[in-house]
């Protein structure tokens, strides 16, 4: 669980249309630094920032965006908004709706709380500015903002580019450090890591993730789900490739897990 942290904030709501709330959990001293007094429902809706949203192409289920601009003095600069939808069978029922558990139980909640810690462990993950929900009676929505990485392409981007000059041992020594802090991450796909030029790593979409101590079989899991992304995503590119550049980066991960660090 997260250590007690006094500059986070909690800002309930209600809907404009009386027809029910929720509340935006922040940063503080993030809004107080970007000169911003407090935190709006509106800035979770892609429909408010107009032209200064842009989707998301790439990865995800297309309910995320890239915004830009404050339309008043201050703001906290290059961000992405992202909307939690659902997956597989629960999909056709209700894309973006999760029935209520309560407070302790909301996944733009959770993601926010877990990112700020991973930060305190000085872990390559994105800032988060807010995160909200929206309750309607059983059910709820939610969405979060977060810093927007600079400079940065996908793993699946970047072998669909370059191939075995992808940063594939950087890939490998990212996860073992996250792993080896205990990140156990839901959905560890080529989009979701995320490098610089440089081959700086970053680990992205925490959503459902969660803090464990480090063992053998969710480890391997997480490796065992971005092996299939990397050939599901492989293009033109031969199994045989995939397979070979996927070695590499094991290879790295076994390295550094092995090394303690």
């Known amino acids: 669980m997260a250590a007690f942290d006094a500059t986070e904030s909690l800002t309930p709501f209600r809907d404009a249309r009386g027809a029910g709330g929720g509340a935006i959990l922040f940063d503080s001293t993030c809004l107080r630094q970007a000169g911003m007094r407090g935190v709006d429902p509106l800035w979770f809706d892609p429909a408010w920032w107009g032209e200064r949203a842009e989707a998301v192409g790439s990865g995800g289920r297309g309910a995320a965006w890239f915004v830009e601009g404050m339309p008043s003095e201050g703001g906290f600069g290059p961000a992405v908004l992202r909307h939690y939808l659902r997956g597989g069978f629960a999909a056709r029922f209700s894309r973006d709706r999760f029935v209520w ?15 700020r810690e991973l930060l305190r462990r000085k872990l390559p993950v994105p800032r988060p500015i807010a995160a909200i929900y929206w309750r309607d009676g059983m059910f709820y929505r939610a969405g979060i903002l977060l810093e927007r990485l600079q400079g940065v392409a996908s793993l699946a981007d970047r072998a669909a580019a370059v191939g075995s000059a992808a ?3 950087e890939a490998g020594q990212t996860i073992a450090r996250i792993h080896r802090a205990g990140l156990d991450h839901a959905d560890l796909n080529a989009h979701n ?9 970053w680990v992205i979409d925490l959503d459902r993730s969660q803090l464990r101590i480090p063992a053998t079989p969710w480890r391997e899991a997480n490796l065992a789900r ?6 599901k995503l492989r293009g033109a590119r031969s199994e045989a490739e995939v397979e070979k550049d996927y070695a590499t980066l094991r290879s790295a991960y076994d390295a ?3 090394r303690g660090t």
């Open 101 to 115: 558990r309560g407070v302790g139980r909301i996944r733009s909640f959770d993601e926010f709380r877990l990112l």
């Open 167 to 169: 940063p594939w041992q």
């Open 193 to 201: 890591l995320l490098f610089e030029d440089s081959g700086r790593g």
């Open 226 to 231: 971005l092996q299939r992304s990397l050939l």
């Open 256 to 258: 550094l897990w092995q």
